[in-house]
């Protein structure tokens, strides 16, 4: 599975972003799919995760109520849509296939796109 992560920018607090993860490969229906995050400094952390059917969601405390996560599996697409953005949502996001239902553990996702950079600024 390759995967393909897009549409981070600038934003200002309180605004919405949204984020698109294309997925390459047959069994892209067959993994869990995860977003993460990780600022400058800081390690990378968990922000949301779906499951294979997309009927199971779990998110970090810190971005729950805010951000939604969702998955075509059609299109092998999976989003994640952030509103309320805050200053401290500024980080490099990355989505990951697992091949477990849904996992959010970093250790458990098998493959990783590239990063897509959100800033919010105050």
């Known amino acids: 599975v390759q995967l393909q992560a897009s549409g981070g920018g600038l934003a200002q607090a309180g605004d919405s972003l949204s984020l698109s993860c294309a997925a390459s490969?047959?069994?892209?229906?067959?993994?869990?799919m995860g977003w993460f995050r990780q600022a400058p400094g800081k390690e990378r952390e968990f922000v949301a995760t779906?499951?294979?059917?997309?009927?199971?969601?779990y998110y970090a405390d810190s971005v729950k109520g805010r951000f939604t996560i969702s998955r075509d599996v059609a299109k092998n697409t999976v989003y994640l849509q952030m509103n309320s953005l805050k200053p401290e949502d500024t980080a490099v996001y990355y989505c990951a296939a697992s091949k477990f239902m849904y996992s959010a553990q970093s250790e458990q996702y098998d493959f990783w796109g590239q990063g897509t950079q959100v800033t919010v600024s105050s």
């Open positions: 490969g047959r069994t892209f229906s067959r993994y869990g």
């Open positions: 779906i499951t294979w059917s997309g009927g199971r969601t």
